[in-house]
């Protein structure tokens, strides 16, 4: 079997063993397809794939070149449902690449809880191709981030499998849980880890409160976008305009003036989920 894997990352090898040292925020946000969260769930996509050939492929590829050299596609997905993103461009790629598909990782993103976002025209093209591209018609090629995800589609005459985000496959360790929770119950020191970094989105309270919480108890906070906020952590404030400067300083408030915010984020108290992995 000889499968193909597409990510949206962009050179990401070339990246880290080369670039990523002294990548300035546009590099590193091109080369994790502008959130370095796409990190994680690639390398589980990758690490759970078994096949003879396992290779990358991309989006612009010759059709007729990649049907002569794989039998299967996979494409690691993040949260793209939605009415933020028009996915028919897949729609009209995977119908040249003419392969059976394989999409892991398909996550729903709505405004408000319980509602089920708007769907463009061009995804519902994506999700109904996506059933002529079975290995077999009576089962779903589709695994999801969770139920939400699965019900959306499920509306739009589309099947899938709730298995989660990938990211969580990472560790090949069958017992993996239960060692987090041995650690938790037996630490001496209470330390909080948070994954969020969106100023942006309409619950900016709790942006702000995942904030203090890190402060509080010593942790980190992991980024994964806007590129403000990487542009923060590599010290490269001053090239955020004065528009964002205004949303990040009411958002951060609580740290203090522009120094202060700036300071914080740049003194290694934010890292992105990249360095995380690594």
């Known amino acids: 079997m000889k499968i193909g894997i597409i990510t949206n990352l962009i050179h990401i090898d070339r990246f880290v063993k080369s670039e990523m040292a002294f990548a300035d925020s546009k590099r590193w946000m091109s080369a994790t397809g502008g959130n370095t969260g796409n990190t994680a769930f690639v390398e589980g ?51 040249a690449f003419d392969l059976p598909t394989i999409f892991i990782g398909l996550g729903a993103q709505s405004n408000s809880v319980g509602t089920h976002p708007e769907i463009p025209d061009g995804t519902k093209r994506l999700l109904e191709l996506s059933k002529q591209l079975r290995t077999d018609s009576s089962v779903s090629n589709i695994i999801t981030r969770g139920s939400f995800t699965s019900e959306v589609i499920e509306s739009c005459g589309v099947d899938s499998n709730p298995f989660g985000c990938p990211s969580q496959f990472i560790s090949t360790e069958l017992n993996v849980g239960q060692k987090c929770l041995e650690h938790q119950t037996s630490t001496k020191h209470f330390r909080v880890l948070t994954a969020a970094g969106n100023p942006w989105h309409p619950s900016s309270v709790l942006e702000k409160t995942l904030v203090e919480l890190v402060n509080q108890y010593q942790g980190d906070y992991v980024i994964q976008h806007p590129e403000s906020l990487i542009k923060l952590c590599l010290n490269e404030g001053s090239t955020i305009d004065s528009k964002q400067q205004e949303r990040l300083k009411t958002v951060y408030n609580s740290l203090g003036d522009w120094e202060t915010i700036t300071s914080w984020w740049c003194t290694f108290r934010g890292c992105s989920k990249l360095d995380a992995l690594l």
């Open 45 to 95: 996509v990758k690490k759970i794939v078994k096949a003879d050939v396992v290779r990358e492929v991309h989006w612009g590829d010759n059709p007729e070149q990649v049907k002569k050299a794989y039998d299967m596609l996979i494409i690691c997905c993040a949260n793209q449902i939605g009415a933020h993103v028009d996915l028919g461009t897949w729609a009209d790629r995977l119908r």
